[in-house]
C-alpha cells in the first residue's frame, strides 16, 4: 500500500453552482426574471413582500419560500392569490439554514412559470449561508432592519456584498430607537460601496413604491436596476 | 454555522476525485472573506463523511489573505477591517482579488487499501 497526492483545485462549490445554472436556464427559457431574497430571521422579508405584491401593476408575480419548517409565510402570500411553493429544509441534521440550487430545482416543477414575470425566491433567515448558495437567480437583494445592529455589514461582509440592493426595513421604528441609522449607511458603504439601498417601512407603506419600482425594472429584464 | 453545508461540499468534490480510495488528508484553500471556523467546519465534516472514502481524513486549512485591488488606480492592499474603498483613490471600484477562496486543493489516497463504497 502507499500513499499518493492527488491534485484537485475545484471550487467545493461548483456543484452547486452547476445545478445554479441549470436553474437560470430554466427560468430564461421562460422568460422569468428571479429575484434572491434574503435576511436575518425577523428582518421582515415576508411583511415587505404582503406590502409590496398588492399591487404589482401588470407584473405577474409568484414566489418561492424557504424555511426550516412549517407554511406560516406560504399562507400568507397565497391568502393574497399569489402563486407560492414552500420549500422547508428540514430534511437534514437540524434543518438546513439557506437554500441551495437543488432545492430550488426540486421546487421548478410546481412553479407556474409561464403564468408568471418575476419569481421571488425568499431565502431562510440567514446571513451568513445564503451568500454562499446561488439558486439560479438574476439578482440578490437583501432586507436589513433597524432593530438589528448598524455594525451588522461588517460582521457579515460577504451577504452584503453579494447584493445588488439592500432594503433597510422597519424605519418606522426609528423614532423609538437608539439607532444610528448613518453609521448603518456608513458601515455599508465601507463594505460595499455605491450598492443602491431603499429605506421603507412594510407597515406604513413608506418607500415601498421604490422597492416596487426595482422589483418591476428586475421584471422587465434590466441588469441590476440601481 | 455554515460549516455543515461545507463539509457536505467538501465531501461531494472529494468523492468525485477519490476514485474509491480512502482518503486520509484534505488539504483546503480557504479566502479571509469566507468565515469558516476550522474547529466547527471538522466537527460537520465528521458527521458528513461518515459512511464513505474520506471517513477519518484530516484536513488541513491554507488560510488565503483577503486582498483587494482599485480598478482605478490599480492599487492592491490587505484589508484588515471590511473596507472595499480605495485607501489611495478612495474609488468604489474594488475588486477582491483574493480571499474568495472554497476549493479543495489536493487529496492524499490510500492505493491498494480495501475500497469502500462512494454513495451516489
Known sequence: MHRTKVRIVEDALDANNTIARANRDDFDRSGVSVVNLMSAPGAGKTTLLEATLRDMEGVRVGVLEGDVQGSADADRIAAMHIPVVQLNTDGGFGGECHLDA????????????????????????????????????????????????????????????????????????????????????????????????????????????????????????????? | MHEMSLAGAIVDTVLKHADDRKVTLITLRVGGMRQVVLDSLEFYFDFTARDTCCEGAKLELIQVSTRLKCRACSEEWEPEIPFFRCPKCESADVEIIAGEEFEVDSIEVDEKEAACTAPK
Open chain 1, 102 to 226: 437543488n432545492m430550488v430545482r426540486s421546487a421548478i416543477p410546481a412553479l407556474p412559470l409561464e403564468d408568471i414575470d418575476l419569481l421571488i425566491i425568499e431565502n431562510v433567515g440567514n446571513l451568513v449561508c445564503p451568500a454562499e448558495f446561488k439558486v439560479g437567480e438574476n439578482v440578490r437583494a437583501m432586507v436589513c432592519s433597524v432593530t438589528e445592529g448598524e455594525e451588522k455589514p461588517l460582521k457579515y461582509p460577504l451577504m452584503f456584498r453579494a447584493c445588488e440592493l439592500v432594503v433597510i426595513n422597519k424605519i418606522d421604528l426609528l423614532e423609538h430607537l437608539d439607532y444610528d441609522l448613518d453609521r448603518l449607511l456608513h458601515n455599508i458603504d465601507a463594505v460595499h460601496p455605491d450598492v443602491p439601498r431603499i429605506l421603507v417601512s412594510a407597515k406604513t407603506g413608506e418607500g415601498v413604491e421604490q422597492w416596487r419600482d426595482w422589483l418591476t425594472q428586475v421584471a422587465a429584464g434590466a441588469p441590476a436596476p440601481a
